[in-house]
């Protein structure tokens, strides 16, 4: 013990310096080392396992990525959206995007034909064709049938129970009862409510004031006079300064033909971004697709089920016009684009196809063979006209399909123009409330 204090005490004497330079000579030491292993590391350990800025942070990152894929994969988080889904648009199906986008599985409630009158007054489409269009979109995973208008707490309790739902999603418009009170106020309340951004420049009611505008000029139509009803779904503003009612000349000018605003993006989001695979079947059609119905579902999918890979072709506005006058095409080439491309029977859309086809399209997209259906809106007036196929019959590649149904956009105009009465009450209340979104209620949300 004597020794050990002794050596402390001699220790203790010694110049500051000399620690100094022991701790500069660590100091030296670790540094060489730290080099020469730094070096050594970089040559014989494989750089996926050596360490890089961000590495630890990337590698807990995919593993509760991993984690997080596994869960939902067992659990998966399912929402649930209603509604009528009347002459269904792709405002419609923007809202169906946006809520899978919640999720991982799309849980739709579809309103039947008798809650819908109770509520709104008499659908346009019946459920049959509803269901069609809706179990067509590519976002929707499951479909309820015959669910409430309003979301009661009974039926509440039933979706986050029997059906698993997580979360009931609805636009940021406003949707009442009767009574003029929140239909998913309950929801609301327990808080698994969520919402999605309203698709602006489409409507319902928009749409129906496109088609009986186009009633009232276009002899495709009808050959009758201007029928009264298509003052009614106006969503302009009567000229003041007239002072009393409007006459067919100012209905036509003030009614709303399109309020949509294309973006790249809406593009991006509603393609598929497919390829044809090589060696691929691959099966064209082509035509307006005006006012999306269950004639052009049913007519996607009996022409999917002759290849792989469907591609569909969209005349330009102008192309249709001169095939059917004034006011047509009812959407635009766009508007029309979107709804061909929400439905999951199609891989891609050439956005202002050329009407006759040629050589040329045929080789630049590898076409297999070309179809048409035996229902359009122009088959009342004969054959189509000989010029637009002569080349891929030439081929031996065209054919003509059966088309399942005989739904066309003027058979539905008709359908408006006999129930008058009904639809300008519905109509009135609607465009009541769609003015008062616009003008007052409207705020933004963040569009997913």
């Known amino acids: 013990m004597k020794l050990v204090s002794s050596l402390l005490d001699a220790l203790k004497a010694k110049d500051a310096g000399f620690w100094a330079c022991v701790a500069a000579a660590a100091t030296t030491a670790v540094g060489i080392v730290t080099y020469y292993a730094t070096k050594n590391y970089e040559i014989y350990v494989p750089i996926q396992y050596q360490y890089r800025p961000g590495t630890i942070s990337g590698w807990l990152a995919n593993a509760l990525a991993k984690h997080s894929r596994s869960r939902r994969k067992r659990r998966p988080v399912r929402v649930y959206l209603d509604g009528c889904f009347d002459m ?7 809202a169906l995007r946006q809520a899978k986008a919640v999720g991982d599985e799309l849980v739709v409630g579809l309103i039947n034909d008798a809650e819908i009158l109770r509520c709104k007054g008499p659908p346009v489409m019946n459920e049959e064709e509803r269901y069609t269009l809706v179990e067509a979109v590519k976002w929707v995973d499951e479909i309820l049938r015959g669910v409430p208008y309003d979301l009661n707490p009974d039926f509440v309790h039933e979706l986050f129970t029997k059906h698993r739902i997580d979360y009931i999603i609805h636009g ?13 106020a309950h929801a609301k309340k327990l808080g698994r409510f969520k919402m999605v951004k309203r698709t602006e ?17 276009n002899h495709f139509i009808s050959d009758d006079e201007p029928h009264p009803l298509a003052k009614s779904f106006s969503l302009g503003t009567p000229r003041a300064e007239s002072g009393g009612e409007a006459s067919c000349s100012d209905a036509s000018t003030r009614t709303t033909l399109s309020k949509f605003l294309p973006t790249s993006r809406r593009l991006v989001q509603f393609s598929n971004g497919r390829v044809a695979p090589e060696g ?14 269950p004639g052009h579902v049913k007519i996607l999918r009996a022409a999917k ?59 630049t997209f590898n076409i297999s063979v070309v179809v048409r259906g035996s229902v359009s809106e122009t088959s009342m007036l ?41 639809f300008e009450e519905r109509n009135a209340r609607k465009v009541k409330g769609e003015e008062a979104y616009y003008t007052g209620a409207k705020t933004y949300v963040q569009e997913l």
Do not use: W
């Open 305 to 363: 089920a002759q290849g792989d890979f469907l591609l569909v072709g969209l005349h330009t506005d102008e192309e249709v016009q001169a095939r059917r006058g004034p006011h047509l095409p009812i959407m635009n080439l766009h508007e029309r684009s979107l709804s061909v491309l929400s439905c999951k029977y199609v891989d891609e859309v050439i956005i202002g196809s050329p009407c006759v086809m040629t050589d040329d399209l045929i080789k």
């Open 88 to 94: 269904m648009h792709y405002g419609h199906a923007n």
């Open 172 to 184: 940021d418009d406003p949707c009442l009862l009767p009574d003029g009170t929140d239909a998913y």
């Open 382 to 422: 004969g054959p189509v006209e000989p010029e637009r196929y002569a080349f891929p019959r030439a081929e031996c590649i065209f054919r003509e399909l059966r088309s399942p149904s005989d739904i066309t956009a003027r058979n539905i105009i008709h359908r408006i123009v006999d129930k008058r009465t009904a």
């Open 280 to 293: 691929a079947r691959i099966v064209y059609i082509d035509g307006a697709f005006d006012c999306f119905h």
């Open 201 to 217: 420049g489409v409507s319902t009611t928009d749409i129906v004031g496109r088609m009986l505008t186009c009633s009232r000029v």
